[in-house]
Every structure is written in structure tokens, then in C-alpha cells.
């Protein structure tokens, strides 16, 4: 019974969280949003120029770090990588490229529809469109073949990166960038925003809850469970919202959002599909990179350098709409996106499965 | 006895090998090396009627699928 209810109850608690987050200080809608932080965080190291979106964003901390005790604790924490990293690099620059585009991953996708802000109801359409089109490959024999034991250097290096981002932002916060204005200017206080990832990433390893796979398992298994977390995220957050006066359904002025239909459809396609075939959505790849999967280390790495093109080129939307590069870019990494498909799918030697 | 090696294979990939196996056989042995992997895996066997057998060695779980 408590097993069945994990996934509804962590889904609640990140609802609570997230909306805390947003009381105390973060933009709205914006608790949690695994895009936008690691975007802040490669402003706020000077990885892009776009002063707006600048800071390095303790939650992203707090979830990897909050990983990697529990897994510690566990016994589950393990170096393991070596699964085509350098197509993992690409794809996660490409996800962040269509969540940029959206203005969000899939997380702050049901953060936004449980404030009511019907872009992103729309945009889940697309959604569930990219998990189906990386399912019907999946179906066909895509692998990006075996992981193996690395050594514990790759396992331990996001982590450790994480803490020495941390301990610059606490004692030498001169050298990093923080925006004046704008969306990586609206913060809740460090040691909560950290505390609030610690237990993300904590209740994030013990559940697996992973926004790509609630809809793919459902689909694919007829396994319901994590979209029951998905599902209680978002009744929680709307009654949230409503009782804390977020709630505001319509198109028009949400927050950090544009009301480009076909593009908020478009950008999260790009991110469902990409995310299907990295294994896990970027708040999962988040998680497992806390617990020593350098694949997924690989995967948050190209995610920042996504981030970073996406602002030094102008790929990314904003509250006005998106951008001609943003489009263009789009096509380009969808382009991309399906040749890995296809390449991985038809073409790669398949991974002999019977011994 | 088929035994099918899904180690090292991203999610959900060793769930998916077992689905398509199960098609065919009526029983196998799966080899998998995440936890995540094993609870998935056992779950669906169980739930499909099957009974399943484990046994841990070091990293790897070897799931018995009759």
C-alpha cells in the first residue's frame, strides 16, 4: 500500500515545494524548473551573456547533492557510464534547446498548467507527441547500448562540481554573475531553495519519479504508477495555487511564458522525444547523475551547453514570443535528434541480448 | 532456458527485452544490474502471472522467470 502510494505522495510534496519556492521568492510557476535553473546557473558562471537569467540556482544543487547522500546511504550509489556520452551530450543540448523554446522542462510544464496557464496544457500535447515518436523507436530496437563501470572520478564528478559551485555562491560570490532583474533575480533564500533540492533530489532517487517516464509506462506497459505522481503533482498544485492566490487560468500575461501555440507544442515535443531516448527527463537525468551515472553527468553538462547557445544566439523565447534563431534551431536539433534515432534504431550493431 | 542479458541498458529498455521474450517463451532467465531494472522487471513478470525466482550477485540480479 505504501508502496503504491510513493509516487502520489512525492508528486504532492513537489507540488508543496514548489509552490513555497514561488511564495518565498522564485519566479512563478517556477518552484522547480530543471531548464531554467541550469540555465541560471551557466549564466551565473558566465557560460551566456543574457543578464536577465543569472544565478546559480541552489535548488539544482540541493537535488544532485540530496542524490547522492541518499544513494550513499543506500548502498545504491554506482559509477556507471560509458553509453554513447557523446550523442548523450548532444541530445541533452538539444532537450534543452526545445525547453527553451517552451520556456520550461517538464516539470515546470505541469508547475505552469497548475497555475492555470493554458499555454503549457496545450504544449503537454506535444508532449506526449515527442514520448510516442521516441517510443515507436524504442519499439523498433533503439539502444544506445550498455552502460559499464567507470571509475568513481566520473561517478563523483557532478557532485563535487555541485558543492564547489555551492561554496563559491557562499563565500566567494564576487566572481559569479547574479541578474539585477528579471527571472534569475527572483530568488528564495539560499538555504531554503537549497534545502527544498535536497529533498527533490532525495525523494527524487527513492521514487524515480521521472516526468517522460509517467507517459511512456502508461503507454508502453500499462503501468500506471508514475503518472500517478505526475497526476498528484498537479491536483496538489492547483489546489495550492488556488488557496495562495497563483491560480490564474488563461493564455494571456503568465508568467515567464509566451502564448506561441504551435511553438510551446513544437519545443516540448523536442523535449519529450530527446528525453525518451536519454532514458529519463532532465530532473531524472538530474537525479541519476547525483548517484554516479556519468552518462547522465554527460547528459546535464550538454543540458548547460545548451542552455548557454540557447542564450548567446538568441534560441531561446521569452514573454514576447519566440526567436527567428529559435526556429531555425529548432529544426536544426530536431534534425539532429532524429538522426540519432534512426542512426541508433536501424543502422548501429544491435547490443547482443541473449547469452 | 533463454537467458536474456539486459545489464548496463538504459530504462526501459530491460523491461521492454522482457516483454517482447515473454511473447515467445514461456520462461527465461533475465539478468539486470539496477535496481530500478529489477523492480520493474519483477513487477511486470508477477503481474503477468509469472513467478519469479531471485537471486543477487554482487551487481547483478538474476531474475528466474517461470
Known amino acids: 500500500m505504501i508502496e503504491k502510494l510513493k509516487l502520489p505522495i512525492v508528486g504532492a510534496l513537489t507540488a508543496a515545494i514548489s509552490i513555497a519556492l514561488v511564495l518565498l521568492g522564485n519566479p512563478g510557476n517556477m518552484g522547480f524548473c530543471i531548464a531554467c535553473f541550469l540555465r541560471d546557473t551557466a549564466g551565473a558562471l558566465g557560460l551566456h551573456g543574457a543578464v536577465a537569467v543569472q544565478y546559480v540556482r541552489p535548488e539544482a544543487i540541493g537535488i544532485v547533492i540530496g542524490a547522492l547522500i541518499v544513494s550513499l546511504v543506500t548502498k545504491e550509489f554506482s559509477s556507471k557510464g560509458g553509453s554513447a556520452p557523446v550523442t548523450r551530450f548532444i541530445l541533452g543540448a538539444c532537450v534543452m534547446i526545445g525547453a527553451l523554446i517552451f520556456l520550461g522542462c517538464p516539470l515546470r510544464m505541469v508547475l505552469r498548467i497548475a497555475g492555470g496557464d493554458i499555454n503549457a496544457l496545450i504544449g503537454l500535447t506535444g508532449f506526449v507527441g515527442g514520448i510516442l515518436l521516441g517510443m515507436f523507436f524504442l519499439k523498433k530496437g533503439y539502444s544506445l547500448k550498455r552502460t559499464y563501470d567507470v571509475s568513481k572520478t566520473d561517478g563523483f564528478a557532478l557532485p563535487i562540481l555541485s558543492l564547489f559551485i555551492l561554496m563559491t555562491l557562499i563565500f566567494i560570490p564576487s566572481i559569479l554573475l547574479f541578474s539585477e532583474s528579471g527571472p534569475g533575480a527572483a530568488r528564495a533564500p539560499m538555504i531554503i531553495a537549497l534545502a527544498a533540492g535536497l529533498i527533490m533530489g532525495a525523494v527524487g532517487f527513492i521514487s524515480r519519479l521521472c516526468f517522460v517516464g509517467g507517459i511512456r509506462d502508461s503507454v508502453m506497459f500499462k503501468n500506471f504508477s508514475m503518472l500517478s505522481g505526475f497526476i498528484a503533482l498537479l491536483v496538489v498544485g492547483i489546489i495550492g495555487n488556488i488557496i495562495f492566490g497563483q491560480f490564474n487560468l488563461g493564455f494571456e500575461n503568465q508568467p515567464v511564458a509566451h502564448t506561441e501555440w504551435l511553438w510551446n507544442i513544437l519545443g516540448l515535443g523536442l523535449v519529450g522525444f530527446g528525453s525518451v531516448l536519454l532514458g529519463g527527463c532532465?530532473?531524472?537525468?538530474?537525479?541519476?547523475?547525483?548517484?554516479?551515472?556519468?552518462?547522465?553527468?554527460?547528459?546535464?553538462?550538454?543540458?548547460?551547453?545548451?542552455?548557454?547557445?540557447?542564450?548567446?544566439f538568441s534560441l531561446a523565447s521569452s514573454p514576447a514570443g519566440t526567436t527567428t534563431n529559435g526556429r531555425v534551431a529548432f529544426v536544426v536539433a530536431v534534425a539532429i535528434v532524429i538522426a540519432i534515432a534512426v542512426y541508433n534504431t536501424f543502422f548501429n550493431k544491435k547490443v547482443r541480448t541473449k547469452v | 532456458m533463454t537467458t536474456l542479458d539486459a545489464r548496463g541498458v538504459s530504462c526501459p529498455e530491460p523491461l521492454l527485452m522482457l516483454q517482447t521474450a515473454l511473447k515467445t517463451d514461456k520462461s527465461l532467465v533475465l539478468l539486470v544490474d539496477s535496481k530500478n531494472a529489477f523492480e520493474n522487471c519483477e513487477s511486470y513478470a508477477r503481474k503477468q502471472g509469472f513467478t519469479v525466482e531471485t537471486e543477487i550477485d554482487d551487481d547483478t540480479f538474476k531474475l528466474r522467470i517461470i
Open chain 1, 282 to 312: 532532465p530532473f531524472r537525468q538530474m537525479v541519476l547523475a547525483g548517484s554516479g551515472n556519468s552518462d547522465s553527468t554527460i547528459t546535464v553538462f550538454g543540458m548547460v551547453f545548451g542552455a548557454a547557445i540557447a542564450h548567446n
